[in-house]
T-cell receptor
Framework: GNSVTQMEGPVTLSEEAFLTINCTYT??????LFWYVQYPGEGLQLLLK?????DKGSNKGFEATYRKETTSFHLEKGSVQVSDSAVYFC????????????FGKGTTLSVSS | DTAVSQTPKYLVTQMGNDKSIKCEQN?????MYWYKQDSKKFLKIMFS???????INETVPNRFSPKSPDKAHLNLHINSLELGDSAVYFC???????????FGQGTRLTVV
């Protein structure tokens, strides 16, 4: 079956620190992978995506590379800001009819100045 | 222009009441979804419609009934509300089922 596992939070960092949030997946077929972000009191926004192995998604200084050999899609940012404080979700799209996005449990990031 | 909009944003109601949440998307997508987010932020798919046809119906109480009058709208009706129904409910849409989804702002339902 399809599933997503991401690191438990919360993650607490100081401004300008390096961020890594680990995400691994199990899937049949050829899934697409996503990171979504949820700011306090808001809905989910797509942060970045990768649709095939070795693709790198990037947006707003965040990056993640689709690694089929390690079934991973870790989120990284070189220098976090206070405004990055949010909940981050790794998600998998099976790319099959009759399915829906499958989400990890979410990782809360808190950045202090 | 909001791509996926749902109303109301907040809903406070008493146990036993019946309530509805409405969702509309203007992206021209064929597929719409309802997700439930619990107090620990976990997101779980509840229902999905593709061109007005129900294609995903996860294990939820039959007090929850989705309705899709057309492919741009997906409403969620909940009968006999219980305390455990308190959560944030998200509507989403995608061009095709099982692909990248766009989410509404969520409806925070509180049952007292």
């Amino acid at each position: 079956g399809n599933s997503v596992t991401q690191m438990e939070g919360p993650v607490t960092l100081s401004e300008e620190a390096f961020l890594t949030i680990n995400c691994t997946y199990t899937a049949t077929g050829y899934p697409s992978l996503f990171w979504y972000v949820q700011y306090p009191g808001e809905g989910l926004q797509l942060l970045l995506k990768a649709t095939k192995a070795d693709d790198k998604g990037s947006n707003k200084g965040f990056e993640a590379t689709y690694r089929k050999e390690t079934t991973s899609f870790h989120l990284e940012k070189g220098s976090v800001q206070v405004s990055d404080s949010a909940v981050y979700f790794c998600a998998l799209s099976p790319n099959q009819a009759g399915t829906a996005l499958i989400f990890g449990k979410g990782t809360t990031l808190s950045v202090s100045s | 222009d909001t791509a996926v909009s749902q109303t109301p944003k907040y809903l406070v109601t008493q146990m036993g009441n019946d309530k509805s949440i409405k969702c509309e998307q203007n992206l021209g997508h064929d597929t719409m979804y309802w997700y439930k987010q619990d107090s620990k932020k976990f997101l779980k798919i509840m229902f999905s419609y593709n061109n007005k046809e129900l294609i995903i119906n996860e294990t939820v109480p039959n007090r929850f009934s989705p309705k899709s009058p057309d492919k741009a709208h997906l409403n969620l009706h909940i009968n006999s509300l219980e305390l455990g129904d308190s959560a944030v409910y998200f509507c989403a849409s995608s061009a095709q089922s099982g692909t990248e989804a766009f989410f509404g702002q969520g409806t925070r339902l509180t049952v007292v």
